[in-house]
């Protein structure tokens, strides 16, 4: 089992910033793909950033390129979700996932493909 942990949600201002983590404890994956999920509303819930835990090869979905970035500590087990230039539509729930494959662009994107899932986080963006 992997835990997660989602931590940095917020009220801001559009325009401002926020950083969001995801702490992972128990079985952790040294090949597997950590991700960000965002769920707004009556919306689906749709893919933000990935990141491969090995490689650090990270992709973005087109709505936050630019914006946002993902990053991970190894050491801590934690991958980050700096998000800059925050706009009203980037309100939701942020959920941090994981998954033990390997993944690559748009295969990243299929939130089937991962395993474990945090409990979210809520970002407000005002205008």
């Known amino acids: 089992q992997v835990q997660l942990v989602e931590s940095g949600g917020g009220l801001v201002q559009a325009g401002g910033s926020l950083r969001l983590s995801c702490a992972a404890s128990g079985r952790t994956f040294s090949s597997g793909t950590m991700a960000w999920f965002r769920q707004a509303p009556g919306k689906e819930r749709e893919f933000v950033a990935a990141?491969?835990?090995?490689?650090?090869?990270?992709y973005y979905a087109d709505s936050v390129k630019g914006r946002f970035t993902i990053a991970r500590s190894i050491a801590k087990n934690t991958v980050y979700l700096q998000m800059n230039n925050l706009k009203p539509e980037d309100t939701a729930v942020y959920y941090c996932a994981v998954t033990p494959l390997y993944c690559s662009g748009s295969g990243c994107y299929d939130r089937d493909l991962y395993r474990f899932w945090g409990q979210g986080t809520q970002v407000t963006v005002s205008s």
């Open positions: 990141i491969n835990w090995n490689s650090g090869s990270t």
